[in-house]
T-cell receptor, first 111, second 118 residues
Framework: QSALTQPASVSGSPGQSITISCTGT?????????VSWYQQHPGKAPKLMIY???NRPSGVSNRFSGSKSGNTASLTISGLQAEDEADYYC???????????FGGGTKLTVL | EVQLVQSGAEVKKPGESLKISCKGS????????IGWVRQMPGKGLEWMGI????????RYSPSFQGQVTISADKSISTAYLQWSSLKASDTAMYYC???????????WGQGTLITVSS
């Protein structure tokens, strides 16, 4: 069982917006602004999409945005495109000695 | 250009030992962490552990503590992940990635596929 909880799957039609949630505790998501999100296409290495809750690395589309409220972080993808179909994982710094925890992943299907 | 290049795929037998590598280039190796992530076939990403290349501070996920060893050689900008006795359940893709100041993983290696089978 993953330390952070994500929905197993979400779906949306092209052009729509979707949101993926990531729920942790006050020891990780809720306690620090150190949540990151990764996109993984089949057979590929993960790609950083959001870091420190809201920041986008250079080159990542501004259709991707992040937010946080309490112990839950969210990734929103607006203007869905077919290429957004992938698995998405959240991650957070944690005050435990392991330093990092992952979510179980969410499969995004673009209908 | 920042790059992490991992060693090639391995096929091993249960009980054998193994050490895989991750060579960084294009940045100051000792100013960052290197994290290791496991992905079993058809499954999600699992955090294994991380090493800071400045002072070799190493942390492990409880699930992997005692099961693997993370190390590094600063002189050749390379991090390692090793097993002393592989099990069939170690069959997976293993990724290394560069860890930033808040431990986000901004650059990833291409992955090393480990197959353990008798």
């Amino acid at each position: 069982q993953s330390a952070l909880t994500q929905p197993a799957s979400v779906s949306g039609s092209p052009g729509q917006s979707i949101t993926i949630s990531c729920t942790g505790t006050s020891s990780d998501v809720g306690g620090y602004n150190y949540v990151s999100w990764y996109q993984q296409h089949p057979g590929k290495a993960p790609k950083l999409m959001i870091y420190d809750v809201t920041n986008r690395p250079s080159g990542v589309s501004n259709r991707f945005s992040g937010s946080k409220s309490g112990n839950t972080a969210s990734l929103t993808i607006s203007g869905l495109q077919a290429e957004d179909e992938a698995d998405y994982y959240c991650s957070s710094y944690t005050s435990s000695t392991t330093l990092v925890v992952f979510g179980g992943g969410t499969k995004l299907t673009v209908l | 250009e920042v790059q992490l290049v991992q060693s090639g795929a391995e096929v091993k037998k249960p009980g054998e030992s193994l050490k895989i590598s991750c060579k960084g280039s294009g940045y100051s190796f000792t100013s960052y962490w290197i994290g290791w992530v496991r992905q079993m076939p058809g499954k999600g990403l699992e955090w294994m552990g991380i090493i800071y290349l400045g002072d070799f501070d190493t942390r492990y996920s409880p699930s992997f503590q005692g099961q693997v060893t993370i190390s590094a050689d600063k002189s050749i900008s390379t991090a390692y992940l090793q097993w002393s006795s592989l099990k069939a359940s170690d069959t997976a893709m293993y990724y290394c990635a560069r860890g930033g100041y808040s431990y986000f993983l901004d650059y990833w290696g291409q992955g090393t596929l480990i197959t353990v089978s008798s």
